[in-house]
T-cell receptor, first 111, second 114 residues
Framework: ETGVTQSPTHLIKTRGQQVTLRCSSQSGHNTVSWYQQALGQGPQFIFQYYREEENGRGNFPPRFSGLQFPNYSSELNVNALELDDSALYLC??????????FGPGTRLTVL | GNSVTQMEGPVTLSEEAFLTINCTYTATGYPSLFWYVQYPGEGLQLLLKATKADDKGSNKGFEATYRKETTSFHLEKGSVQVSDSAVYFCALSSTTDSWGKFQFGAGTQVVVTP
């Protein structure tokens, strides 16, 4: 069974740029959630996708957007990057229950 | 809204010592409760969970009991090893909220010395 994978591992961008992060869910999982984890803090919920539809959103501005594809993989897009967007971005997948399984994360640095 | 409060770290222990990390929560309805562990440079790994009151989750020598009366889910391990050094996160998932929206505590760093 393949776990949750994310790409890229690390990314460096400058203010104002746009970024796309990718996530492949665990086999058999139809739900993907994205979290932002700033240094020294707990993860904060960004949004969740279930069967290609957004299914819940946290307190993040519209410049954070996402997609889910028919194979349940997902993308997180962030436009107009700000310095405070520097964080570890975590993807988690689940299927029909509350337990979420996390990927290794993408470390985004905005300069 | 829902929230999770856990004890601040770092918690520094000697090998074979007893570990307790306190976690309390505020939630509507009947949340499921989780402990995740994060090793340096890695994502979160599920350590254990409990889905209803009085349930005890356990894994790798760690235990936590879902106490509805005290709204707590404290993590314990009887004898820690150096390999247990990590950051531990308490989290809840509420049945009255989007069930994908995990609410995490701020994390507790545990350092185990030989």
């Amino acid at each position: 069974e393949t776990g949750v994978t994310q790409s890229p591992t690390h990314l460096i961008k400058t203010r104002g740029q746009q970024v796309t992060l990718r996530c492949s869910s665990q086999s058999g999982h139809n739900t993907v959630s994205w979290y932002q984890q700033a240094l020294g803090q707990g993860p904060q919920f960004i949004f969740q996708y279930y069967r290609e539809e957004e299914n819940g959103r946290g307190n993040f501005p519209p410049r954070f957007s996402g997609l889910q594809f028919p194979n349940y993989s997902s993308e997180l897009n962030v436009n107009a990057l700000e310095l405070d967007d520097s964080a570890l971005y975590l993807c988690a997948s689940s299927s029909g229950g509350h337990t979420q399984y996390f990927g290794p994360g993408t470390r985004l640095t905005v300069l | 809204g829902n929230s999770v409060t856990q004890m601040e770290g770092p918690v520094t222990l000697s090998e074979e010592a007893f570990l307790t990390i306190n976690c309390t929560y505020t939630a509507t309805g009947y949340p499921s409760l989780f402990w995740y562990v994060q090793y340096p440079g890695e994502g979160l790994q599920l350590l254990l969970k409990a889905t209803k009151a009085d349930d005890k989750g356990s894994n790798k020598g760690f235990e936590a009991t879902y106490r509805k009366e005290t709204t707590s889910f404290h993590l314990e391990k009887g004898s820690v090893q150096v390999s247990d050094s990590a950051v531990y996160f308490c989290a809840l998932s509420s049945t009255t909220d989007s069930w994908g929206k995990f609410q995490f505590g701020a994390g507790t760093q545990v350092v185990v010395t030989p």
